[in-house]
């Protein structure tokens, strides 16, 4: 197999999270016990905008944008400066990190765009990257893609620690090695866990001895459950060359439908990825750099409101798979992901994850994307109608009785 | 200098197209002749859409999209499906290829990002590629940042010829020493040459006797002036599964500001670019694909009246330029480029170019951005104002008069 014939191997997409319209599974190849349950689809595999919608000034901000014209439609690759510049204040305010200014921040085709710029712009063939398993599934492909090396560091999330469940004796021996870049998300994506303190200064700290720039996914990083405290790996003592944070508003604030992200901090990552994004796309959509004009700008209590909303799904979700047996899952701190640990089931959990969709019209993702010790894993995304999602949970704990071993 | 920064090294971006706005010129450094010529100000680096505007449906498209919700803000990653099927009867009936179907069509980030897609879906390390030059500047660029191998076939553009000025015994050459893949547009950026009968099958039938794939970009197809033929690559006797096409409603329809593009043909190479679209982005962003309804459906006589307005400005530059002493010009065949010799200057082409925006208040691209050979060339996008288009070629002819050697 040639060279690009294995990169694309690698890049499958036919499991991936949202991709489910695309398969074409025979019901008769799967061991199926009992009938289907008749209740309304609830897709977990990502959010549900039309339950929880956009901020309302988005679409009157994008209008305007188009009204602009010319000056909108064809903004510089870094995006609009003035809108930069408006960001990057409301983000300097959020992060508590001063120094960030209109120039060290881009403006992308989403989040997603924000990662495959930053990876491509640090990763070549042969650079070892620590990327946390699990973590975002589209990590280890990107690195993978771009030829990386991935070096695993597990999370120990189930563990008695008061954090994520980070080793940093285990970082510490991979940034021995010689890994030049870490790829981690804050809330972590699909646990909900959310680095503590003592985690997240340790990073700083390791990245610092050894001269490791870090890449914060923090994508969650304003849905925090009440109670929850976040640090900023940005706003640690740490070279600001040496971070690189990603955000966006595709989650929390529901504007998906727009494909924002934003990528801040270390200058000459954030000019590399100016240069790739000018022939990836040229630019996030024009018009759409507008409906950034809401973001950390929401009406009074929007925000706060909304977090009450997930928190009042995210216990009503997690209160039921605790209680079904054989079931462990972790309460999320933060973001709208759950990743229960299946009991043993009499099928592969890829056939279980299809069986779920044709018997009881549940879309979740399997824990496989996620890392390679996640195959008794699903992800939920629990950014949906509030008595939708939770009778969907009811469902998948049903089925976990049929096919239980 | 490690193989990153090597690779971004090429990227450069500061002289590209549309990124003036990021120069910081010091007049003093340039050698300025007489005074600034007050007049207002015309950025041919890219077409002006508030000249051209929109075809007004699409914005309803877009309110029609967004009022859609979850369904249209989260496509398939190769974008919706309605939508692609929709598109692929009516691109069929335009290129005369009845094999096109939804499956073979993805939606992506602007035509920039369908070649973004198709090169790193074709090119690695090593991979030899046929680039015309002079052509679009991001050619080159994404050949090179792919490690592919940039084989240039000079276009004699000025030649005698009735086709676009392809020499066919210079790209058999090419393809027998290691050729793997094409990368044209047609009609021409910068020249708007278009390519003519004979050498449209010249291509078909030499990467059919040499297995080469051919990325054809057709970006301008539908601006093509009066008395003009076109010939579609893909119509011609060769194997569908060698030639994949690029177009896109960004500049004809002047939609750039929502950033849709599409590619559609070999399967192989499609189903490769929507793995790649997964982890780059996931998607075009879903509300804007839906102002793709609106494409090659404009209402009756929009799109002839539009070219008749182009026809008219391209007549008035052609003019002057060709009456401008030592300026050699080709007139364009189609699309909304001039790509006019200038005679021998007192400065470098590149302060050429800035003095013409210091002093005349006029916005060009070096033709260096475009191929080897071009460092004497300027590329206008005359999608303007016609009067304040036509003001400015004057201004321009005056600088040339005030710095010839």
Redesign the interface.
Known sequence: M???SQ??AK???AD?P??E??LHISEAALSLRGDKIHDRRVDFS?G???AF?PVPAA?DEF?E??RA??A???T??LGS?DIRSALAGRLAAFTGVSTLGADNLII???T??AL?LAVA?????GTKVAVIQPDYF?NR??VE?MEGEVVPIDLAYFGNGSGAGLDLQQLEDAFKVGVKVMLFSNPNNPIGAVYSAEEVNGIARLATQYGITIIADQLYSRLLYSGEVYHHLSAEDIDPNQVLTLMGPSKTESL????LGVAFGAPHIVE?M???Q???????????QAALRTWFAEPEGWIEQRIALHQAIRDGIVQRFAAARGVRIRTPQGGSYVFPRLPELTVPLGDFVHILRLQANVIVASGNQFGTRSGDSIRLNFSQDHDAALAAVDRIVEMLDRYRR
């Not at 712009?121 to 063939?125: E, G, H, K, L, P």
Request: proline share 0%; net charge positive.
């Open positions: 040639d060279l690009l990169k694309f890049l499958g997409t991936a949202g991709q319209v695309r990502h549900d905008v039309d919608t679409l209008l944008g188009f014209g010319g909108q439609a064809y510089e690759y400066a992308t085709n989403g997603q765009g495959f712009s640090m990763v070549a063939r589209a492909k990107l893609f998906s439908g727009f494909r590399r100016e240069k790739l000018a022939i990836v796309s040229l630019r996030a959509a024009g018009y759409n």
